[in-house]
Nanobody
Framework: QVQLVESGGRLVQAGGSLRLSCAASGPTFSSYAMGWFRQAPGLEREFVGAISGSGRSTIYADSVKGRFAISRDNANSTVHLQMSSLKPEDTAAYHC?????????????????WGQGTQVTVAS
């Protein structure tokens, strides 16, 4: 059983930066990839980015590439999402998720545990 708890979401001005964190409980954190997804009201869940179990491989959605960066601290079972140059369209609830495997994946169906989410609101 894995539990995921996100933190760090808040109201921020456009152009600003924010760092989200996701703390995981459960064994062998480094053995699986972790992903970040977001969902805005009335819209479908959207892939943001993911990181491999080792942290050496990352993938990102085109909409955030060059602005967002994922990192992980396997010693502390934590994954981070550093967001910069934020835009109003980045406003959403951000969820971290545990992958079924070691490689980062874009498909939400490849993830089996999800956090409750943390709200990010970007004001124009």
């Amino acid at each position: 059983q894995v539990q995921l708890v996100e933190s760090g979401g808040r109201l921020v001005q456009a152009g600003g930066s924010l760092r989200l964190s996701c703390a995981a409980s459960g064994p062998t954190f480094s053995s699986y990839a972790m992903g970040w997804f977001r969902q805005a009201p009335g819209l479908e869940r959207e892939f943001v980015g993911a990181i491999s179990g080792s942290g050496r491989s990352t993938i990102y959605a085109d909409s955030v590439k060059g602005r967002f960066a994922i990192s992980r601290d396997n010693a502390n079972s934590t994954v981070h999402l550093q967001m910069s140059s934020l835009k109003p369209e980045d406003t959403a609830a951000y969820h971290c998720a545990k992958s079924r495997g070691y490689r980062p994946e874009t498909d939400g169906n490849e993830y089996d545990y999800w956090g409750q989410g943390t709200q990010v609101t970007v004001a124009s």
